[in-house]
């Protein structure tokens, strides 16, 4: 699979995953939407969709109350080993947390690009200046920003 069409499938499953039919995301991204039924069917996506039920401040709280207990109960333990793995476990959580961080912050950007572009839709209805041909070039370099953040998200 070429590079292009590996980013075009992470940014698929982001929008998917974010809530948008297949069809639109075929129509955005330039590719059929056969294709992204492919996807969806041999990843597994549609499981991944119906997971995503848990928002992310839920998911970071438990993350943070995992946190919690587990200092609680290491120090209680007063168990040399236990206090002294203590560190490397809570490095990983951490590591955990920063990685959701980094990733709600590029679904951030594809749920308010989604929305412009519902904006966009609906306004060019009455206004002019909204051409298709600006639609594509703002689309285009939606997705050239989404695909960059994939790749580095931590400069969104």
Do not use: C
Not at 22 to 51: C, F, H, M, P, Y
Not at 52 to 57: A, E, F, H, S, V
Not at 81 to 106: C, F, R, T
Request: hydrophobic share 40%.
């Amino acid at each position: 699979m070429s590079k292009e069409t590996e980013q075009k499938k992470n940014i698929a499953r982001s929008l998917y995953l974010s809530g948008m039919e297949q069809q639109e995301i075929a129509d955005q991204l330039g590719i059929s939407r056969v294709t992204i039924s492919r996807w969806v069917n041999a990843e597994g996506w549609k499981s991944q969709r119906a997971a995503k039920n848990i928002t992310r401040p839920e998911l970071v709280n438990k993350l943070l109350l995992s946190i919690d207990q587990l200092i609680e109960t290491v120090n209680k333990s007063e168990d040399p080993s236990a206090i002294g793995s203590l560190a490397d476990k809570l490095s990983k959580l951490s590591a955990v947390v920063e990685k959701l961080d980094k990733k709600a912050n590029v679904v951030d950007a594809i749920e308010v690009f989604m929305a412009f572009n519902r904006w966009l839709q609906h306004n060019a209805e009455f206004d002019p200046e909204i051409t298709p041909e600006l639609i594509k070039t703002i689309n285009k370099y939606q997705n050239q920003f989404l695909t960059e953040k994939m790749t580095s998200p931590s400069e969104l």
